[in-house]
């Protein structure tokens, strides 16, 4: 069982976005109060602090939190 699925049944809205593409959170945060960010385990460095800060601003925008 994949991790999003456990999450599912555990009565989480599970959504996905594109680290690579901001656009793709607008939705993914609407009407969200809280977040759990899951990145791929296959970013390091620059790239995935580049990625998360993307996130989390995006998040910011949407009012989340």
């Given amino acids: ?3 999003a699925q456990d999450l599912k049944e555990r009565g989480v ?3 996905q976005g594109d680290f690579n593409d901001s656009e ?3 939705h993914v945060f609407e009407q969200v109060s809280q977040v759990l ?3 791929p ?3 390091y460095g620059e ?3 580049r990625q998360h800060q993307t996130a ?3 998040a910011k925008q949407a009012g989340v939190g």
């Fill in 56 to 58: 989390i601003e995006m």
């Fill in 13 to 15: 809205r599970v959504r």
């Fill in 41 to 43: 385990n296959v970013l």
């Fill in 1 to 3: 069982m994949s991790k």
């Fill in 47 to 49: 790239e995935a602090v």
């Fill in 37 to 39: 960010i899951v990145s």
């Fill in 24 to 26: 793709s959170f607008q």
